[in-house]
């Protein structure tokens, strides 16, 4: 009798499962069971999400400070999701059976970045707050609850709300900048025949910025890029072969991390046809420089010193930039770029370090050293050669 007792309850079990497993016929391809499940976090609710019920495609992300290294940051969270104008939506905190509503009183202008000012929405958390936007489209929503009091000078617990109108890419063909792409449609962003160098890196951003500030004194900071795998401020994507390429980035509300709601793809659809760099002029930049025949670096894209290499020498398919008699010192970093490179348009500009990459080079010993730096006209491989003097 017992043995059949355990047997029952097994079916039972296994029909349970089965039941809640039970796939439909839906736009998102998953279960809609599954989609009801309501875990414990923060969800956007409402009509204008186009859930007016919890909905595990709303949960938010936990949020990443940019100002403390990328590190997840307590009491922070992010999502990206469509809002349709005019209609209601709110925060909702799932504790259990315990849920708590939030909005702000929400006022539209300028939100400061780590360039431009954009047009968002910004408001205090509040309780039982309805909200509306004036413009359909895609947001990127930061809720920040202040747990450490670095928004009390601000007014505290925060909303921040950007509306995405593009997404650009900044790598190290285009010097970091903003190209924006060609298409963007149902929140699908196209770029057509994109040039990579050989071994290029770069992330997709949005805003024609880096990042979205929370506070005047610019210690909490949300990224307003992607990197791999979708990763806000995440490492660089890399393009291995040089090329023409056509880039789309999709996004599609999902679960779980930013990452989940955007995938990207990459398509060679020709070849880069040879560059002359014979007139381009190179200096170097940067806080590990101790002597300079130039002056102290004086744009917004620069810090610690620069000085002049000047134009280079061609080897073949080779150009060569070479600056003898550099003193360096072993607690700073340092780049090449193009001379003057604030007044440079984005695929005019170059800007890279160690190995060639986006990354500050840097020596183990302070002294004097000869700096090489090489462009393959054909591929365009860049690449940093740092020899200590004889």
């Known amino acids: 009798m017992k043995k059949f007792g355990i047997f029952v309850m097994s079916i039972a079990m296994v029909s349970m499962l089965f039941t809640a497993c039970k796939k439909d016929n839906g736009t998102n391809g998953g279960s809609a069971d599954y989609d009801k499940i309501v875990e414990n976090g923060f969800y956007v609710v409402g009509e204008a999400a186009g859930y007016p019920e919890f909905n595990v495609l709303c949960q938010f992300a936990p949020g990443r400070?940019?100002?403390?290294?990328?590190?997840?940051?307590?009491?922070?969270?992010?999502k990206y999701i469509v809002l349709e104008?005019?209609?209601?939506?709110?925060?909702?905190?799932?504790?259990?059976?315990?849920?708590?509503?939030y909005g702000a009183d929400l006022k539209f202008g300028k939100l400061?970045?780590?360039?431009?000012?954009?047009?968002?929405?910004?408001?205090?958390?509040?309780?039982?707050?309805?909200?509306?936007?004036?413009?359909?489209?895609?947001y990127h929503i930061v809720l920040d609850f202040d747990v450490d009091g670095a928004l009390k000078n601000v007014g505290g617990p925060q909303?921040?709300?950007?509306?995405?109108?593009?997404?650009g890419i900044g790598g190290s063909t285009n010097g970091w900048g903003y190209a924006a792409c060609n298409e963007a449609k149902n929140y699908v962003y196209t770029w057509t025949d994109f040039e990579f160098t050989e071994g290029a890196e770069f992330k997709f951003k949005n805003l024609n910025a880096w990042k979205l500030n929370l506070d005047d004194a610019e210690l909490i900071k949300a990224n307003t890029n992607i990197g791999a795998d979708g990763v806000p401020g995440g490492n660089n994507i890399a393009v291995k072969?040089?090329?023409?390429?056509?880039?789309?980035?999709?996004?599609?509300?999902?679960?779980?991390?930013?990452?989940?709601?955007?995938?990207?793809e990459l398509t060679k659809t020709g070849e880069v046809a040879f560059k002359d760099y014979s007139e381009v002029e190179l200096e170097l930049v940067g806080d590990a420089i101790e002597v300079q025949d130039g002056s102290e670096a004086d744009d917004i894209w620069s810090w610690g010193q620069k000085m002049v290499i000047g134009k280079p020498n061609r080897d073949g398919d080779l150009f060569v930039w070479e600056k003898a008699d550099v003193q360096l010192n072993a607690t700073g970093g340092f780049k090449v770029r193009t001379k003057n490179y604030a007044a440079q348009?984005?695929?005019?500009?170059f800007d890279f370090g160690k190995d060639g990459t986006g990354d500050n080079a840097s020596v183990e010993a302070a002294g004097t050293y000869k700096i090489q730096a090489t462009i393959n006209g054909k591929t365009g491989a860049k690449n940093l050669i740092i020899i200590p003097a004889n």
């Open 112 to 138: 400061p970045t780590d360039a431009q000012e954009v047009d968002g929405y910004k408001g205090s958390l509040a309780e039982n707050v309805e909200m509306t936007v004036k413009e359909t489209g895609l």
């Open 241 to 264: 072969e040089g090329g023409l390429y056509k880039v789309v980035l999709t996004f599609a509300l999902a679960k779980g991390d930013i990452g989940e709601s955007f995938k990207y």
């Open 159 to 167: 909303i921040v709300m950007a509306k995405i109108t593009d997404w």
């Open 345 to 349: 348009g984005e695929f005019d500009a």
């Open 65 to 78: 400070n940019e100002a403390d290294e990328n590190k997840l940051r307590d009491g922070m969270y992010e």
């Open 85 to 101: 104008a005019g209609k209601k939506f709110q925060f909702i905190k799932k504790e259990g059976s315990k849920e708590t509503r």
